[in-house]
Every structure is written in structure tokens, then in C-alpha cells.
């Protein structure tokens, strides 16, 4: 099966649990093919861990759910090592976090410090527990989800810990029309069902090194940095996006342009992914906050003093 029909049948799977969410999917299996990793940002009940967990079943991938709370410890993420008594050495009790796709839920109910274990795995794909090294498996992705941060109980993510992830979406609710679909579907007992994978991981890994084959012309290559430089600039801003975000923008962009079947990228797929790849990297000044500007907006109205290359 070649890789247009897969990610058809991705997206056609995921689609019969996630009802009317086809952007929603979209972004997912981009920040999936890019190889980085994606926050949902919601209120609760509208399908945050279903979607995680359908993207793992479509796949045929491991999944792991961690569910953080103020007492979650790091070593329930990365895992500790334990004295054995007959052999007369520690040995590697693995965490959470050695599977594929890793659910981090409510990640902001949790402490700073155990929010911290997940840093070296999201960047360097590996843990260190007690100075030794464990590599994670690929494909790895975390899907973390939070509380918006006025709920009761939540932790506001560090900027390092946000910068870490690609893409920050919110689901939102359904409209009319799909939630009666849903409710028919949840009354036949569909929406409870196992997905049937329409791909494995050596397939995932394949298209991830497809992904990174896409061409991406210079001129857009300069567009993204000036962007991002742009950002730092900015009066309504007071931290700018990080030599990642460039890094980030250009990938998910070729994501993007391969679930789109093409080789190469264009200028919207820079444009459509600029708000859920750097709004979340950014701080805003406190004038601007003051003024109730939001990070959308100024990054719009940066886009408006950039020429966009036009493609010959």
C-alpha cells in the first residue's frame, strides 16, 4: 500500500471515533509524521484521550497512559532503578515512558519537577535514570493534554517544556449535527470498539524518513527565520520564538506537503501551521496583555510586514 492510501486510511479510521474533527486529525497526523509531539489544550470531556488512544490503535503501536497528579513522582515517568537481592545488583525498572505513543494526561495537574522527567525524553528520545541511558522506541510521541490554566489545580507548563512541544491545539466542541452522530454511534456501541490498525510502526518510521525528504526552497527557508527573528523583535512580545520553533515550522511544513502528496513544500504550509507551531512559544509583554492582545493576532499582524515568497 503506498503512502497516499495509508494516510487516507489513517485519517478514515481515526475518523469514525473523532466525529467532525478532520483538522483536528490533521494536525495530529502531521505532528506524528514530523516526529515531534503535540498538546491539546481543552476542557474535559471532548476527546483528548480519544484521540490519543485511536491514533495508537490505527498505528498498531504501544500506547501508555500516564495520569499526572500532584503526587505523580518522576520515577513513575522515567522509571528507577531497584536492588536485587539474589544477584546483588540494581536493576532498570522502565517507566512510563518507554512505549510509542504516550498519553501525558492533565500534565499541568502535575508538579513542576516531575513535569521536568519528560524534558530529555521529548528532545533526545531517551531517559537517564541513576547516570545510565535508555533509548526510547520508534516511533515516540507524546500527546499530553491540559486544563485551560485558570481550572482549579493546574500548573502553568514552563516555557522550556512547551518549547518542547511541535504543535498546541485545542479540540473544541462538536457542533449539532456531529454530536447527534455521536450519540448514535455511542448508543450501537461504536464509538467503544477497537480500531482495526491500517498501519504499523516500521511504516510510521518510513514515512517519518519520507518527511524529512521533502524539499523545502530557500526562499521559504528565509521566510520561517525572518518570521521567527521578527518575533523577538516585536514591541507586543517579550519572548520570542526559539532556534527550535524555525526548526519545528520547516518539518511540520514538510509533514504537511507530504499528507498533501506532494514532494515539496509551499508557502500555505507554512502559513497554516505558523499560529499552532509558535502562538505557544511566545510570551506576550504586559502591555500587550493589558490591552488584551492576543498571540494570534500578533502573529498575524507580523505575517502582514513579511513579503511570502511566491514559488516560480
Known amino acids: 500500500m503506498d503512502s497516499r492510501n495509508i494516510i487516507t ?16 486529525i490533521e494536525y495530529t497526523v502531521t505532528t506524528l509524521l514530523a516526529g515531534g509531539h503535540l498538546l491539546l489544550e481543552d476542557v474535559p ?14 498505528i498498531d503501536c504501544g500506547f501508555t497512559r500516564i495520569q499526572f497528579t500532584p503526587d505523580t513522582l518522576p ?3 522515567t522509571g528507577l532503578s531497584i536492588y536485587n537481592m539474589k544477584t546483588g545488583q540494581f536493576e532498570y525498572s522502565k517507566g512510563a515512558i518507554l512505549n510509542n505513543i504516550i498519553l501525558a494526561d ?23 535514570v541513576d547516570g545510565v541511558t535508555y533509548p526510547l522506541p520508534r516511533p515516540f510521541m507524546v500527546i499530553a493534554t491540559q486544563n485551560p490554566v485558570d481550572f482549579l ?27 447527534q452522530m455521536m450519540a448514535d454511534r455511542f448508543i450501537n456501541k461504536k464509538l467503544t470498539k477497537r480500531l482495526e ?18 524539499k523545502v526552497n530557500r526562499d521559504l527557508i528565509s521566510f520561517v527565520t525572518r518570521f521567527v527573528q521578527e518575533t523577538r523583535k516585536d514591541g507586543n512580545i517579550s519572548l520570542g520564538a526559539s532556534p527550535r520553533a524555525s526548526l519545528a515550522l520547516i518539518r511540520a511544513a ?27 512559544r511566545i510570551i506576550l ?8 492582545t492576543n498571540t494570534e493576532k500578533v502573529l498575524k499582524d507580523i505575517l502582514l510586514r513579511i513579503p511570502i515568497p511566491v514559488l516560480s
Open 9 to 24: 486510511g489513517i485519517f478514515n479510521n481515526i475518523e469514525q471515533i473523532i466525529v467532525g474533527k478532520r483538522e483536528v
Open 45 to 58: 470531556g471532548v476527546g483528548k484521550t480519544t484521540l490519543a488512544k485511536a491514533l495508537a490503535q490505527t
Open 75 to 77: 520515577s513513575d515517568v
Open 106 to 128: 492533565e500534565i499541568n495537574r502535575t508538579s513542576p519537577k516531575t513535569q521536568a522527567s519528560l524534558l530529555e525524553a521529548m528532545e533526545e528520545r531517551q531517559v537517564t
Open 153 to 179: 489545580g493546574t500548573y502553568n507548563l514552563p516555557e522550556a517544556q512547551l518549547d518542547r512541544f511541535m504543535i498546541k491545539i485545542s479540540i473544541g466542541y462538536p457542533s449539532m449535527a456531529d454530536e
Open 197 to 214: 490498525p491500517v498501519a504499523d510502526k516500521d511504516t510510521v518510521i518510513k514515512m517519518q524518513e519520507e518527511v524529512a525528504d521533502i
Open 254 to 280: 514538510q509533514a504537511r506537503a507530504y499528507i498533501k502528496g506532494r514532494t515539496y513544500c509551499i508557502p500555505d504550509d507554512i502559513l497554516d501551521l505558523i499560529v499552532p507551531v509558535i502562538a505557544h
Open 285 to 292: 509583554s504586559p502591555e500587550a496583555r493589558l490591552a488584551k
